[in-house]
């Protein structure tokens, strides 16, 4: 892969990690900010509600923070854009829909029917 390619790919794993950050610190200020002191039932119950989506966001934000932060190790190991399961290179139009990518379009079909063998 090229260099710039790898600087364009790089600014934007950094770029979507802050933005990631930034949505993490807005769902834990939102968690913080969501008392419920209501004694209707109907009101607890649609808090209740409201605080489980919340923490079931932040949590998938978290995830998807640790993908972007493994692909930025990735890039700084020098094995960015490789895949991890053929070694062949990843396509740059999928990582620039998927930075994080971890496999080629076709292991990752293999992957998600569940017909990889993991070595």
Do not use: F
């Amino acid at each position: 892969m090229r260099e710039k390619d790898l600087e364009r790919l790089r600014q934007l794993l950094v770029a979507r990690r802050t933005t990631m950050e930034a949505t993490i610190a807005r769902l834990q200020q939102d968690l913080r900010s969501s008392a419920d002191t209501s004694a209707d039932p109907v009101d607890h119950a649609v808090s209740s509600y409201e605080k489980h989506e919340l923490h079931q966001q932040a949590d998938q934000s978290r995830r998807q923070l640790r993908l972007l932060d493994d692909a930025l190790q990735r890039l700084d190991a020098g094995n960015y854009g490789e895949c991890a399961a053929c070694g062949n290179d990843i396509a740059i139009a999928r990582l620039e829909a998927i930075p994080w990518a971890r496999y080629c379009v076709t292991c990752q079909e293999i992957q998600e029917q569940g017909t990889m063998v993991k070595g």
